[in-house]
């Protein structure tokens, strides 16, 4: 049969995982057991301060072998003061190893990994680490760029299209938005609002030039 | 001589769509790069929030032109994590078939895309050749050739049409077949190898780090792939290993990305074949759309404070999505939509992977990392 982890293997690291990570303080966390389709998954799931999110970061990746930084994700929540913007990192333990070189030095052994023997460190994990922020007009954590280089791209992103700053980040710009975008301008912040185009609108005088949309002042 | 920046792009001497490459040269040598997207940002992030559940599914197809069924079936998985749907475990078979066949489709349309690149015309002949049969089946299935629609959350919207497994077999078995064929038109093309040979060289770990995934980690000897690390759908069920190449000390060059991407299309015929043959209730069976068999029922709407992700294994690495429920109309809408592009983090690391090589190899090297820009923009 196929190549799976088994889901205790999994819960257990995940465990393991989490219960070094809630000694640091301002972290809390818990496994979460889900089923997806046919299949169980185990997150580690993790809710941390920003103060204490760069020491979390170090620990995932020197002490627990994280080593990629999968997405990063940034909310806007206007309607509440103690999580006004929300940072949402999500990581996986691939165990990626460069394969070892024959001993003549001349081709590389391929890394063939045997799922069912995987143990601890090994075993691959999903982590997501949520960071609530509380009410200000300028959001910020700490950045991870230097740790894991694949949050960097992520960062830019999240800064461009949330608003959210990341402190240490080196060569922030815009990537989706234009790059003469007007600053403070951050178009999955919730003030800005899409309109629903009615079908009048769109066939009927294009240019808008006669009459107000029928649903001006409706927020869709 | 002195250094100069050049803009490669937006009409691109690569034929893979629209961005720029910022090149600083001196002479032919490459010192910088710096890619430049946003061409064509289209914020369907934001769009997302503005449509129901099932209504996104259909813009998720639209995030890659080349591998829209990869990219709304890995929209499906996440929301039905934050729906909390049970499959039918039918529905989870002929959504692999849909899945693998697109891989097949989406491989074979990088491969016809990279020949043009390195001066080989008659590849791109060939290959589109061979996607022709893999968009038929998809044709069947989904009903169109470009963005299928096909996931429903909670199952498919068609179950296998009568005869599909018959002509799935045939076709696959043809594909095969070809499949010697090209390996004797490329690997022995002098043109091909002189340009994929020794350009290119990344490491595994390096690239982990850097967030790459899919095949180009593969390229480099490494097997890790989550479809087996984080099997979702029925990928334990059976009887596959994921294609690793054997690369060379420096690391995989192009070649070796071109190569795992030509066993990953044989892995993904033979999965197909296999799930055929295992597809629960026989694949000869065909059930009317809306059947319990196919697809279960899904609310349509998610509380707040709920979410739900999904890593998938999409043609070239992993993809991911984000939900965050408690949307507009008490929840009918998602609140947040975030989506893991996987070339939007592999470009700027295949951008810093030509310094030190000529001009005239930044599209054989570009090429051989499969940019998508439909999905890299969003």
């Known amino acids: 049969m196929g190549k799976r982890v088994s889901a205790e293997d999994q819960n257990e690291a995940a465990t393991q995982l989490v219960n070094s990570l809630i000694a640091i303080e301002g972290v809390t966390g818990e496994v979460l057991s889900r089923t997806n389709g046919t299949q169980t998954r185990n997150i580690a799931h993790l809710q941390c301060e920003p103060s204490s999110w760069r020491k979390v970061a170090e620990t995932m990746k020197y002490d627990h072998q994280v080593d990629h930084c999968s997405m990063i994700t940034g909310i806007h929540w206007p309607d509440s003061p103690d999580k006004n913007w929300e940072v949402i990192y999500h990581f996986l333990r691939t165990g990626v190893t460069d394969p070892a070189i024959t001993e003549d030095g001349s081709s590389i052994i391929p890394n063939i990994t045997e799922p069912k023997k995987l143990s601890g460190k090994e075993v691959p994990l999903e982590i997501q680490v949520n960071i609530a922020i509380p009410e200000t007009r300028t959001p910020s954590v700490s950045s991870v760029q230097d740790i894991w280089v694949g949050a960097d791209w992520n960062e830019k992103e999240t800064w461009d299209l949330v608003g959210i700053d990341f402190d240490g980040h080196s060569g922030m710009r815009r990537v989706l938005n234009p790059h003469e975008t007007p600053p403070g301008y951050h178009p999955l912040q919730k003030q800005h609002k899409l309109r629903y185009h009615g079908f009048e609108e769109m066939y009927d005088d294009a240019q808008g030039f006669l009459r107000k949309a029928p649903d001006s002042g409706r927020v869709k | ?378």
């Open chain 2, 1 to 378: 001589m002195a250094e100069m920046w050049i803009s490669m792009g937006p009409q691109h001497p690569m034929t893979h769509g629209l961005w720029t490459l910022k090149v600083k040269v001196d002479g032919e040598t490459v010192v910088d790069t710096e890619p430049d997207l946003g061409y064509i940002h289209r914020g369907v992030e934001k769009i997302c929030e503005a449509r129901d559940f099932t209504q996104i599914t259909t813009y998720c197809d639209r995030l890659c032109y080349a591998s829209a069924n990869t990219w709304s079936h890995a929209y499906i998985y996440a929301a039905e994590d934050l729906l909390e749907v049970e499959v039918p475990e039918r529905a989870e078979y002929i959504r692999l078939i849909a899945v693998e066949l697109q891989r097949i489709a989406s491989h074979l349309m990088w491969l016809g895309a990279y020949g043009p690149d390195i001066g080989n015309l008659s590849i791109m002949v060939w290959c589109l050749r061979e996607r022709e049969m893999m968009m038929d089946l998809l044709q069947e299935l989904g009903g169109s050739r470009m963005h299928y629609n096909f996931p429903r959350i909670g199952g498919v919207k068609r179950d296998l049409p009568y005869g599909f497994a018959q002509r799935a077999r045939a076709k696959l078995d043809l594909f095969k077949q070809r499949i010697q064929e090209y390996e004797s038109l490329f690997d022995e093309s002098t043109v091909f190898l002189v340009r994929t040979q020794g350009v290119g060289y990344t490491k595994a770990e390096e690239m982990v780090n850097h967030g790459v995934t899919g095949p180009n980690v593969r390229a480099a000897g490494v097997d890790y792939d989550v479809r087996w690390a984080h099997p979702y759908s029925v990928y334990s069920e059976l009887d596959w290993a994921p294609a690793v190449e054997r690369s060379s000390v420096k690391g995989a060059d192009c070649y070796d990305r071109y190569r795992v991407r030509v066993t990953e299309m044989v892995e993904s015929a033979n999965m197909v074949l296999e799930a055929i043959d295992r597809i629960p209730g026989g694949s000869e069976t065909h059930h009317e759309p809306g059947d319990p068999a196919i697809l279960a029922k899904a609310p349509s709407r998610a509380p707040e404070g709920t979410f739900g992700s999904h890593h998938f294994e999409d043609s070239r690495g992993e993809s991911m999505f984000h939900i965050v429920g408690g949307g507009d109309g008490r929840g009918k809408n998602p609140y947040r939509v975030s989506i893991r592009s996987p070339m939007f983090i592999t470009l700027p690391y295949a951008s810093k992977c030509m310094i030190g090589y000529k001009v005239a190899d930044i599209p054989a090297i570009m090429g051989s990392f499969d940019p998508c820009i439909g999905e890299t923009d969003r």
